[in-house]
């Protein structure tokens, strides 16, 4: 059951491998009290504000470092640059020096200049840069409706992004609040349509995920009378059996025997 099954940095490296523009580039994600980090090289500048946009949409990430995330080049339209003569051509095919005279126009062979290519190459540059663009403020706005809701602040939502489609993930209280979250990704300009397929509705997710470790961003679970790890990792994972990751996680060396008050961190 996701929020629970995977780590704030697995969900990032997911969304990010889910881009057909960054999926290749091998981008290392990690994540401490909220900030994930971003490292790995990719083509352009506009790569790594792209990697930034998704990685804001993740749910529990408070910020994103990307100084560790270089850029091979820059996406500034190259130049064309006068045609070079080829080895071994004629001197009248040479540039002019200062002591000869220019030599004439009609009898400088003419070297096809290939600008179609270099101007095509400028335009892709700037509609990548548009693009990357409009991710970041369609994300950032659906982002910001859903957190500024007060039914569905304190919901684990993932904000993804398809082109000029919003992808929601996770965890909500109701059929009411999936409605809502939907309704709310709607309403933002630009969005053309919304996926909630992987919007689950788990009641009292909220009183799952209020509490957490300050220092490492965890999941707190405070042991009630009655409790056992297996009924607490149904709780969270939908799966008594990953009991033992909890157990292993809380350095548990017996799994039976939990007492009431006891903290508990749910990893991932």
């Known amino acids: 059951m996701w929020p ?26 990690s994540e401490q009290r ?26 529990g990430v408070r910020s994103v470092e990307v100084s560790g995330l270089i850029a091979q080049q820059s996406t500034t339209p190259v130049k064309a640059s006068a045609p070079q003569p080829a080895p071994g051509a004629p001197a009248s095919a040479q540039a002019p020096s ?24 400028g335009a892709g540059d700037v509609e990548f840069d548009a693009e990357v663009e409009d991710h970041s403020r369609i994300a950032k706005a659906v982002h910001q409706a859903i957190r500024g809701n007060a039914e569905l602040k304190d919901d684990p939502i993932d904000v993804l992004q398809s082109g000029k489609s919003v992808i929601l993930r996770g965890v909500v209280d109701s059929d009411h609040e999936k ?40 999941t707190v679970y405070t042991v009630k009378a009655g409790d056992s790890l297996s009924a607490i990792a149904q709780k969270y994972y939908g799966d008594p059996m990953e009991y033992k990751k909890i157990a292993h996680y809380n350095n548990i060396s017996n799994p039976d025997l939990i007492h009431p008050g ?3 961190r749910i990893p991932g």
């Not at 200062?98 to 179609?116: F, K, L, N, S």
């Open 98 to 121: 200062a002591e000869a005279p220019a030599a004439r126009i009609q009898d400088i062979p003419a070297t096809p200049v290939q600008m179609p290519d270099i101007v095509q190459q």
């Open 179 to 218: 409605r809502l979250a939907e309704k709310l990704a709607r309403e933002v300009d630009g969005v053309s349509g919304v996926d909630a397929a992987g919007l689950r509705v788990a009641q009292g997710v909220k009183e799952l995920v209020k509490d957490k470790d300050e220092d490492t961003g965890d």
């Open 4 to 29: 629970f099954g995977k780590s704030t940095a697995d969900r990032v490296k997911e969304a990010i491998a889910a881009q057909p523009r960054l999926k290749d580039a091998g981008i290392q994600v």
């Open 262 to 264: 006891q903290k508990i």
């Open 34 to 59: 909220g900030t994930v980090k971003l490292v790995g090289m990719v083509p352009t500048a506009a790569h790594v504000a792209l990697a930034r946009a998704i990685a804001e949409g993740i749910s």
